[in-house]
């Protein structure tokens, strides 16, 4: 609480003020009994206040270089900020730069940002003499009574809500980062407009964090990296949103899927397969056809309508329902591998992680109530197990809960909602894991738990999901006979371990930055020779580890050898076996290790264990195990 | 060559005369100096005109006992005949014995059967008078000039081409079979008709092993087997033509998938995956959109026409594509089990295998016109070993090439088509594989080798195929670069090995019976107790087996033993693992196997010994090995 002596003198990481609640500009005056707080650089709110300003100073920037630049909006984000402008030619990276040195400058200058509150004609009138067609659009649409205001600094005016920093002697340490196409209003019917993104921080040291971060990260796009190392493509012509898996890339996915299936056979799921397209009759009863229409691919047969499927579910129902289940059968666990396809808007496919068609490694477990918690339980360890093996050691965990203030938005019985959450709740407890609640973020149809994994950078990957589901089993009248003798409705629930295979292996290869532990490497060992003279030998090296089960490649070409071994650890293979006239004459290779560099010449049955070695613990790195 | 007096006094089995190629009537008179040869019950023609006439046979006898039918077309097919109908009443299987009867009746009155030509007036007013409406449409779309004939036999007449027996006292060994419905003239918009199959056969015994090979195939019907074992599942609602694999279907394709997979990837394949839409633009640049249209599913994204690949190749190129590809990179070789859809009318879908989606075991090899016959020749040799794995011991292997004397149909240059069917035909005669050379077979694209299986009752299953392309590296302009620096246009071979898991496990289905080999088998082994007792001695032996990798399922109900064994032989499950009161006591289990019976208490070591040895050399049979 703040002393109202004190306000003239605010601390320096001050923002804005927080007046009864309300976050203001720090020079507005409280009235007599409200309850104040400054709002401070250190705190999410402060920081976005300080964003808010960099982009103002963006645009002040903008219009000074660009005289024919018009602004639409320039909101703070996540890690920034950004300004969409529309301006006739396309913005280039020097000109960035060049709007860096004068955001400095303005900013050096020290002008006060002032907040002005003025009526709509005047506001118009304001804006129609600076000629901006786009912030007119949006003074018209404001609702009648609603107040304008605006912020100045200098010369400069945008239509704006606020709050901003006191002056633009408080923002120093921004950087600009890239420029990228948007729609104006996020609709493809509209003009396409520029937005730069920037970034802004109170001190050099966090924005200096940042950008390593940024670069970091970069280097692991998985998209480059995708390029770089053969593993997927996509082809805008056949198709933006598809991906197609190159052998390499494949090949990652194919460990990956065997490695899930075994785990999955091993905890007694069965494993099933069906069609990518059904008739819409399946989806109305589901009700996908309803709520989902707009994301399903729809085609005709015979005059009947038929849709790619969006989901599995359905197409598993109707395995459930081949047969009358009794209690005994229970609990029933269906998986699969399940491709489908859902429509998402060009503008927001980004590589193998936001896409049009996707693997789920899906399952679906029909059980009693009684079952339920341990089934959770098992879902849970199955996870956790899982992308333990793929190096994932921090989890964020929500657990998403009904709203009991609307209760008749929800599918299912009010006992079915305590029931499943208390099961869902103490799964998580038994196994002591730490999780946020939250109230009103489940899904009509059912509380579920999602998982978050935390990569090697720290950034959130969306991973396992369990959800359950009263609503189809009502829709499709799914039944067990119990012990007693009546059919009940069985409970249902959803879950995903990995996601779907485009998105998991996306995020592994960020989180590897693309050099895969030795079991899903696709390419294990490569040979290399050094003359011609030890082709032979290196035929015989490489036959072996092939033998052996190993996945090998070999270089034989007339190269330097200090090429091909830069080759390889840009393919970034974990063992790279050099043959030189000393190593054939010993019948031994030198070995390279990726992450260690040389560690010597070895017997090929010492490298050949290692390699096993590290299959069989699936090492996260070449012989760390 | 028949002499002339000879003709007074045909042999028995005469069935018609051949004179100067042409089949006729046995009572025909030849000109003078023709060649002439009797055409006998043993040949494929004979048999064709003797269930000709049998079909005549079964019409006038319907038209005796159902006066208000309605006679369409009834041809012979490949084992019988049959004859559409249109009655306002359903056939019932008491009808088919019925007419059977009646059949037998006037075959025995012996009947002259007379050919007679007509011109069209008379053959109109004949059949307006006896109120054949189909067949006054048939004589109305006769062209011009064309030689109305009819064939009578007592009261009955048909129009028809004819040639048929002598008299319906040659009619004796015939049998009904079944009734189906079919449209008129096989199209949707038509009047549905019933559709009467029989069979026919010159002699008792011939007549009796069809039978019985018939009931053999009805035991082994891959559809009924499908059900009662719990394979796989079509839901006419969801679809028709469309696979659902269940958990036990699943297991079997599974098992045969990685096992293909691991031979490929022996052999140097490289496995990909990629999407199952794809734009139109690519199917256009392929030439499929053009030819194949009809039997392409089509949606809309973005108002863009997208289709539903109905083929890989498109794909696997795109992936082909990426890279500049040097002679070195060759043979490149793309696999993948790929779903597909085509259209395919509903009338001739049939369980698994004629279906509207499937999963071929698709390959593409890129090539240089030298490599093309060793690939060729591993092509056959992976197919050989897959297939005898299997148990599929005998071929029938058809080598399809261009017709010389209408060139301009076909893609590529003579000197393609001269270079890839002698690569085909030397790689045969490598692997000294009898086949048959079929003169203007080809595909437009290029020459095949088709191999088809014959499975345990000597019928034929279209299995692997190796096609070579000259038409899509053409119109990709694929390339490599050869060793003389130039790109040339790649050598494209397609394959498959199964060609597809549906019809491949279907055909499986029948092959075996429903009764797997071990390592094929869903379940591998079932757990039975005696009494109660012994339940947590089985629950041990279960988890024994289940530890070791083998499938297994347990009988602890309270059921009598026999019951359970009776279940367990039904599900045609290889081991049985019986557990009473004396085995719990020694340890061991009373082991049952698969058509062998009761083979006595054995330790549990060595049932599980047997079942692994079994899976390890894949033998047909448990315990054989």
Redesign the interface.
């Known amino acids: 609480m703040v002393v109202r002596s004190e306000l003239k003198n605010p601390p320096k990481n001050a923002a804005a003020l927080r007046i009864d609640g309300k976050i203001v500009d720090l020079d507005s005056v409280p009235p007599s009994g409200a309850a104040v707080e400054y709002v401070t650089l250190d705190s999410q709110e402060g920081l976005e206040i300080l964003r808010h300003s960099t982009a103002h100073l963006m645009a002040q920037a903008i219009l000074e270089l660009f005289p024919g630049a018009q602004l639409t909006i320039g909101p703070p984000i996540d890690s920034g900020f950004y300004y969409d402008i529309d301006l006739d030619r396309s913005f280039v990276p020097e000109d960035l730069k060049e709007i860096e040195k004068r955001m400095s400058k303005l900013a050096k200058r020290g002008f006060p940002i002032e907040r002005d509150e003025i009526d709509r004609a005047d506001a118009l009138k304001l804006f129609e003499e600076r000629g901006e067609s786009y912030k007119i659009e949006m003074i018209n649409e404001l609702p009648a009574g609603e107040t304008i205001s605006i912020y100045r600094q200098g010369d400069f005016v945008d239509l704006c809500r606020g709050p901003h920093m006191s002056s633009t002697a408080k923002l120093k340490h921004f950087k600009l980062l890239s420029v990228a196409g948007a729609y104006w209003r996020g609709d493809e019917k509209n003009k396409m407009l520029q937005r730069i993104y920037g970034t802004s921080y109170p001190g050099r040291e966090d924005l200096e964090k940042h950008l390593k971060r940024l670069e970091e990260a970069k280097a692991r796009d998985h998209r480059v990296l995708g390029k770089q190392l053969?593993l997927f493509?996509v082809?805008e012509?056949?198709?933006p949103g598809?991906?197609?898996?190159?052998?390499k890339g494949?090949?990652v996915?194919?460990v990956v899927e065997?490695f899930w299936?075994d785990e999955h056979i091993k905890r007694e799921y069965?494993?099933?397969?069906?069609?990518?397209?059904?008739?819409d009759?399946?989806f109305k009863i589901s009700g996908h056809y309803d709520f989902y229409r707009e994301n399903m691919?729809?085609?005709n047969?015979?005059e009947q309508e038929?849709v790619?499927k969006p989901m599995n579910c359905?197409?598993h129902i109707?395995?459930y329902q081949?047969?009358t289940r009794s209690y005994r059968d229970l609990p029933y666990r269906?998986a699969e591998m399940g491709?489908v396809?859902r429509?998402e808007r060009?503008g927001v496919l980004h590589g193998m992680l936001r896409v049009?068609?996707f693997t789920q490694d899906d399952a679906h477990i029909f059980c009693t109530p009684e079952q339920a918690e341990d089934e959770v339980i098992d879902v849970i360890d199955l996870a956790q197990f899982m992308l333990e093996t793929f190096g994932y050691e921090k989890f964020e965990i929500e657990l998403s809960v009904h709203d009991p203030e609307n209760f008749d938005k929800y599918a299912g019985t009010r006992e079915d909602w305590a029931a499943s959450e208390e099961a869902l709740k103490r799964a998580l407890e038994t196994r002591e894991i730490p999780y946020k609640r939250i109230e009103g973020e489940a899904a009509f149809y059912g509380p579920k738990i999602d998982i978050k994994m935390l990569d090697a950078l720290g950034r959130g990957w969306q991973g396992p999901t369990i959800q359950f589901d009263f609503n189809l089993p009502k829709r499709f009248n799914l039944r067990y006979v119990g012990s007693d003798g009546d059919r009940h409705l069985v409970v249902m629930i959803h879950r995903t371990v990995l996601g779907s295979m485009e998105r998991f292996v996306g995020g592994l290869i960020e989180h590897y930055a693309g050099a895969f532990p030795t079991w899903l490497a696709p390419v294990q060992a490569k040979v290399m020779t050094i003359t011609d003279d030890q082709i032979p030998f290196g035929k015989k090296v490489a036959q072996n580890l092939r033998d052996a089960g190993h996945r090998v490649e070999s270089d034989f070409r007339n190269e330097k050898i200090g090429k091909k071994i830069r080759e390889a650890q840009l393919a970034k293979i974990p063992y790279m076996l050099v043959i030189g006239a000393r190593e054939m004459e010993s019948g031994q290779v030198a070995l390279r290790v990726r992450g260690k560099g040389d560690v010597g010449a070895l017997a090929l049955e010492e490298v050949m264990s290692q390699i096993r070695s590290d299959v069989e613990s699936r090492a996260f790195s070449p012989g760390e195990n």
Chains 1, 2 share one sequence.
């Open positions: 053969g493509l082809d012509n056949a198709g598809l991906i197609y898996w190159q052998p494949n090949l996915r194919r065997r299936e069965q494993l099933v397969t069906i069609p990518h397209i059904a008739r009759e399946l691919y729809v085609l047969i015979d038929y790619l359905p197409g109707l395995i081949e047969e269906l491709t396809y429509y060009s049009r068609g």
